[in-house]
């Protein structure tokens, strides 16, 4: 029924996070015409979260080894947003999108599926 998701980021610089995704992050890409690039994303989990406040949605994308991704994004230029903290179910820092959306990035400890 369902065969897959579709992931859209709204940005101030769409070009720029094409770039990004393209050069920094080397995710494969199709142009789906006029320089429109969609990418395929690793592997995805979606987890449904209790809220108090409004219903959202969040992009937080996964690593083995934090500590050795956040070293290999820092020298190609990507700043982050926040230090590196334990949460328990995994540990979590924020990148800047070159368009100026935050993105988690973190190193799961939970079982994935």
Known sequence: MINGAHVVIYTRDAEADRTFLRDVLGWPHVDAGHGWLIFQAPP???????TEGEPRHELM???????ATV???TQKGVPFTRSV????????TGLRLPG??????????????
């Not at 995805?44 to 209790?50: I, R, Y």
């Open 44 to 50: 995805t989990e979606v987890a449904c979260h209790p």
């Open 61 to 67: 994308l996964m690593c083995d080894d934090l500590d």
């Open 71 to 73: 070293t290999e994004l």
């Open 85 to 92: 903290e334990d949460v328990g179910w995994g540990r979590v």
């Open 100 to 113: 100026g959306g935050d993105v988690s990035l973190y190193e799961p400890r939970h079982p994935r599926p």
